[in-house]
């Protein structure tokens, strides 16, 4: 009975510590982003708490100096995130304002799809991007490249971090005070798990090819 309690005890530790931590990261991503002068500041923000949550999934425990990490972090990928970052953004906008003009101009149902359908694909690959880049030391077209051989090759993975980015948004839309102090590492957690275990599962069964 007592050895139950101390594992009980140790367990609501544990989550309260990785509770605060998540909140943690919510302010160093504010910070990033703030340092960035906003719009060069999302993108590294974000690649930069990814990197933390991948040490954490390998140790099993943050960092105890982990602004000092996301600093890091931040300025090693300031450069090549922001680069991925804005393409990524730049093709997702062109794609967004072709459906809009398919949707009211062409009045073309069968083009329309189409470019809904390459606009979702290249979302998720958007999903998988920033992961893929702390993974892989690749060229600027070959992130995109793995990226979206990721998404196509890792199907369970991929509606895995769908599902987890709804609960996600589910969570901080029933408490809306997590939009401030969470919402961002509770978003990026799902993708930076399940990204993860999409990699090491190609990782692992290239391995057993090779062999």
């Not at 367990?11 to 991503?29: C, D, S």
């Not at 906008?93 to 979702?120: P, T």
């Not at 998988?128 to 892989?136: A, C, E, G, K, M």
């Not at 939009?179 to 799902?190: D, E, S, T, Y």
Request: positive net charge; contains cysteine.
């Amino acid at each position: 009975m007592e050895k139950k309690q101390k594992g009980m005890i140790k367990a609501t530790y544990n989550l309260g510590e990785f509770l605060i931590a998540l909140v943690k990261l919510q302010f160093f991503w504010w910070y990033g982003v703030l340092k960035g002068g906003i719009l060069l500041g999302v993108f590294p923000a974000t690649s930069a708490v990814i990197s933390l949550f991948f040490q954490f999934f390998q140790t099993k425990e943050f960092s105890s100096q982990l602004f000092v990490d996301f600093k890091k972090s931040y300025q090693v990928a300031f450069k090549k995130t922001n680069l991925l970052g804005f393409i990524q953004t730049f093709i997702l906008a062109v794609l967004w304002l072709d459906i809009r003009v398919a949707g009211q101009l062409l009045q073309n149902q069968l083009i329309h799809l189409f470019l809904l359908i390459f606009f979702v694909f290249s979302l998720l690959v958007g999903v998988f991007l920033f992961p893929v880049y702390w993974r892989y030391e690749l060229s600027c077209l070959n992130y995109f490249k793995q990226a979206f051989f990721l998404m196509i090759a890792s199907i369970v993975e991929t509606i895995a971090i769908g599902v987890g980015i709804a609960v996600a948004t589910a969570i901080t839309t029933i408490f809306p005070i997590l939009m401030l102090i969470a919402a961002v590492p509770l978003l990026l957690l799902p993708i930076s798990w399940f990204s993860l275990q999409a990699m090491k599962k190609i990782e692992a069964n290239n391995c057993n090819a090779k062999s």
